[in-house]
């Protein structure tokens, strides 16, 4: 037997599995035709298997997305539930010390009571300090816009105090370091 006649007798890997090109097709007379017949409902059913599968796939993810955003929305909403339950106490003395405000007669009272209101904002800024809060101190400093807002310019008593914030009108507040509200300061120019 010479190579020729090898080559015929042995089956190439693609005829083997059942597949055959269009040139192996037109040799056999025809045969191709009957084999791409057979496998077309073979190739309806992966693709429909595999349809199948990208339909699920989509769902399930778009499930999670679901999921995960209303889990990220219940999140925020509790978010401040730790901060809310920790000021609590600060409220409850808050009210005892409005009671007794009412209840002070002039004198002695009401030393004790600035005494006592005093111990209360001491302990709510304790509180708020342990939450991350930190007051941003921009006094007798340059003016700095990524602290501060400016709500006035007034001439500076000295030549040295340009451009520096000569008071301030209400207190800046940072969270973990972000600025929650600016000071509003007045520069002297």
Do not use: H, W
């Amino acid at each position: 037997m010479s190579k020729k006649d090898n080559s015929k007798t042995e089956e190439t890997p693609l005829e083997a599995s059942g597949i055959e090109n269009e040139q192996t097709g037109m040799e056999s007379g025809g045969q191709g035709d009957e084999a791409c017949q057979t496998s077309e409902p073979d190739l309806q059913d992966q693709i429909a298997e595999l349809n199948d599968k990208y339909l699920r796939l989509y769902s399930d993810f778009d499930n999670y997305r679901r999921r995960a955003n209303k889990e990220k929305l219940e999140m925020i909403k509790t978010a401040s539930s730790g901060v809310v339950l920790s000021l609590l106490p600060v409220i409850d003395d808050m009210e005892r010390a409005l009671k007794a405000m009412q209840e002070a007669e002039e004198g002695e009272g009401k030393k004790a009571l600035v005494e006592g209101v005093s111990l209360i904002y001491d302990k709510l800024m304790g509180t708020l300090k342990q939450q991350g809060l930190s007051v941003c101190e921009v006094a007798d400093k340059p003016f700095d816009a990524e602290t501060a807002e400016a709500v006035a310019r007034i001439p500076a008593p000295e030549e040295s105090k340009k451009g520096f914030v000569l008071e301030v009108v209400q207190k800046g507040y940072a969270l973990e370091g972000k600025v929650l509200r600016f000071a509003k300061v007045v520069v002297g120019c």
